[in-house]
Nanobody, 124 residues
Framework: VQLQASGGGLVPTGGSLRLSCAAS????????MAWFRQAPGKERDVVAA??????YYADSVKGRFTISRDSAKTTVYLQMSSLKPEDTAVYYC????????????????????WGQGTQVTVSS
């Protein structure tokens, strides 16, 4: 199973970007997919997650970011709007094959599959 993230780039404050994460090898129809981000010198933090039970967002991105996935459940998207300099980070997609441990949706350790990361830089 491989996760391939793409869509990062350099945008001005207030701009928008759409990240994509394509899974190959299998689908995650019954599982959970998520986006995390890691800024230099900081821990990897959850941004959003999605499963059949719903979507979940970090407080810092609520109302600005939207997570979604395609009907085949092989690609997850992160639409980012009203971007701020503090959103600058490497963004990683993650997945697990089931939707267990829903209460751990924000915990990186709850995901067994990871993409390679894509850089998002928001200029001030």
């Amino acid at each position: 199973v491989q996760l391939q993230a793409s869509g990062g780039g350099l945008v001005p404050t207030g701009g928008s970007l759409r990240l994509s994460c394509a899974a190959s090898g299998r689908t995650f129809r019954s599982g959970r997919m998520a986006w995390f981000r890691q800024a230099p010198g900081k821990e990897r933090d959850v941004v959003a997650a999605i499963s059949w039970s719903g979507s979940y967002y970090a407080d810092s991105v609520k109302g600005r970011f939207t997570i979604s996935r395609d009907s085949a459940k092989t690609t997850v998207y992160l639409q980012m709007s009203s971007l701020k300099p503090e959103d600058t980070a490497v963004y990683y997609c993650a997945a697990r094959l089931d939707n267990e441990l829903v209460a751990q949706w924000a915990n990186p350790s709850a995901y067994g599959y990871w993409g390679q990361g894509t850089q998002v830089t928001v200029s001030s």
